[in-house]
C-alpha cells in the first residue's frame, strides 16, 4: 500500500546523505497521505545505503503500525504530532545536520540577516524551551512535538517551516518531503551564514524589515512572481 509514497520518502531519505545533513543514521523523514491518515516513515536504524522501499513502515496517526516489518522511527512520535497539529503539511524531516544544530545546541533562534533566509523562512527561525525532566522522562518524543507545536501558537507553521529544538536538532517540514527536505538544505545553509555574519559583524542585528517583507512575499505572497506560474 501507498507505493509512491513509500518511494518518495525513500528517495527524500536518501537525499539527506547526499545532501551531507546526515552521517550514518542521524535522521529521518516521512510523509504522509492525508485523504487515508496514514504515514510513512525510515525504519529506524537502518543506514541509508541499504534502505528499499519495502523497508518504509507505514503507521496510522495514533502510531499503530499498518504496514511494515521493521520498527518505525524512534522519532516517529514527534513526526504524528506535527502533522496533528499542522494540518497542512505533507512531509516531515529531522537532521542533526552540523549548523542548525548548534544553534539548537546554544538554544539560540537564527536571526535573518538577509535575503537567501528570507526567501524561505518569515523571520527568525525560532528554537523551543528545553525539555523538563519529567518531559523527557516519560513520552519524550511525543513531548519533542509537543514543544514545538507550543513554540508555534503565535507563529504561522506555513511562514515558518522549520524549527530548532532546544538541546537537540533542527525540524523542517514542507507541502511534501521533498520540500521538508529542501527546506532543510537551506536551513543549514542560512544557519552557516548567520553563524559567519554574527562573528563579522560582531551582532544579530537583523536584516531591513522591507527587505525580508520583499524577499519572502515575491515567492510566498498573494502575488507572488518569483519563477514560473
Request: proline fraction near 6%; glycine fraction near 10%; aromatic fraction near 4%.
Given at each position: 500500500m501507498l507505493e509512491h509514497l513509500k518511494q518518495e520518502v525513500l528517495i527524500a531519505n536518501q537525499e539527506l546523505q547526499k545532501q551531507k545533513l546526515v552521517?550514518?543514521?542521524w535522521g529521518n523523514v516521512s510523509?504522509?497521505?492525508?485523504?487515508?491518515?496514514?504515514?510513512?516513515?525510515?525504519?529506524?536504524?537502518v543506514a541509508y545505503d541499504d534502505l528499499t522501499?519495502?523497508?518504509?513502515?507505514?503507521?496510522d496517526l495514533d502510531g499503530n503500525i499498518v504496514e511494515g516489518r521493521l520498527r518505525p522511527s524512534s522519532d516517529t512520535p514527534t513526526h504524528l504530532e506535527l502533522y496533528r497539529q499542522f494540518a497542512g503539511i505533507g512531509g516531515v524531516v529531522h537532521t542533526h545536520s552540523l549548523w542548525a544544530t548548534v544553534w539548537?545546541?546554544?538554544?539560540?533562534?537564527?536571526?535573518?540577516?538577509?535575503?537567501t533566509h528570507a526567501d524561505y523562512f518569515y523571520g527568525t527561525i525560532p528554537c523551543t524551551r528545553p525539555l523538563t525532566p519529567e518531559e523527557v522522562a516519560e513520552d519524550y518524543?511525543?513531548?519533542?512535538?509537543?514543544?514545538?507545536?507550543?513554540?508555534?501558537?503565535?507563529?504561522k507553521y506555513q511562514?515558518?517551516?522549520?524549527?530548532l529544538v532546544a538541546e537537540h536538532a533542527p525540524f523542517t517540514?514542507?507541502?511534501?518531503?521533498?520540500?521538508?527536505v529542501h527546506n532543510s538544505v537551506v536551513l543549514e545553509q542560512v544557519a552557516q551564514m548567520a553563524f559567519m555574519t554574527r562573528q563579522l559583524s560582531g551582532h544579530d542585528g537583523p536584516i531591513s524589515e522591507h527587505v525580508l517583507e520583499k524577499h519572502y512575499l515575491r515567492k510566498h505572497g498573494p502575488h507572488a512572481y518569483y519563477g514560473q506560474s
Open positions: 552521517i550514518y543514521t510523509g504522509i497521505d492525508r485523504e487515508q491518515g496514514l504515514i510513512v516513515i525510515k525504519p529506524s536504524g522501499a519495502e523497508d518504509m513502515v507505514v503507521l539548537a545546541q546554544a538554544c539560540q533562534e537564527i536571526p535573518c540577516r538577509g535575503t518524543e511525543l513531548n519533542t512535538g509537543r514543544v514545538v507545536v507550543e513554540r508555534f501558537q503565535t507563529i511562514e515558518m517551516p522549520a524549527v517540514w514542507g507541502k511534501d518531503p521533498h520540500e521538508a
